[in-house]
């Protein structure tokens, strides 16, 4: 099988999904704010964004803007941004140079399920599959699209708060990688370690009446929002960070599996991500050579922040710690792809394939 007909095997998977997400799933739960966005309006969405700049106004005017395209028709509207979105997931898989084991993790189902309709996980992930890209070629020393680059860096910066150390880091990371020597990247390599924790430490209090603000977008009387108690005691967020971060992408805990099947079918899901992932961790090469100090250190480090970040958006309900999985899972397979292929090692010459 050749790469293009990988690549419209892909597009058409995807597009699956967003008839089944749309007609089927949407019955059983609730698809976000879709059915917000397809109602929207274009000139007052566009009035509503002048006057007020937010992701949600973007959103309403890129959805309504792609429903006036097709005279209202909003299945028109669905397929041509899923259309857009699966592109920019294959140009990241090709620059991955259609590495099988990460190709499969792409057709995660919770993932195709949140990113194939109008909604803003869609146009995150777009963007994200698009800086990606980018950052892959930098480091084998190919041709960077700067605009798009900078556009997608935009945008993620834009949509997501919670991504804009991440993303920044992970491009702070890539170009002292690539343009320091040894020396000096021993250095700074573990000084943004170091910043790192301080700053949390530093804004220990900030981040833990923000989480706390956080918990009111998340209703108590929704079936499957978790007892928030844990995080009202003092530093309650930071007490309870590595089953947070685990929950946040994991999902259901034990006693909510039982509860629905759809508990159950993300559960076996990320059982099987995270196996991989940890089996891509452990075993990185088919020589399992040992990886360095500073190879780890970057990893490890762009990991937790990430986490970290994401973590008081799915620590409180099984349902939106999947569904914002989505805007994150493919700087997830990247970091796991670079950590394998070697590209978080301080040193000169060709990298693995």
Known sequence: MNNKTVDILFILYRLFFMLVSVYIISNFTKLGDYDRYIASDFMDS???FIGSPNDTYMTDVIISGLKKL???NIMFANIIINVISSLA?????RKMRYNIIFMILC???SFSIWSSFASKEIIVVTFMALMLSEVIAFLRDEKVN???AALAVFMLLFYKLQLVL???QLLLSVVILKRSNQHSGVVIIPLILVVNVLGIFIMRDYVDDLVRSIIVHFSSASRSTRDSTFLMQNYGFFLNLPYGMFITFFGPTLGEISTSTLHLFTAIESTLIIGTLVYLFIFKSKKFIKPDFIHVMVFINLLLLLMFFQTPWGILNPGSAIRYRADYYL???VLFYLYREDFFILKSGEHNE
């Open 70 to 72: 097709f005279l209202g």
């Open 46 to 48: 566009f009035v509503k």
């Open 107 to 109: 057709l995660s189902p």
């Open 331 to 333: 700087y997830i397979l």
């Open 146 to 148: 700067y605009l798009f």
């Open 166 to 168: 991440p993303v920044l």
């Open 89 to 93: 997931i294959v140009r990241l898989i």
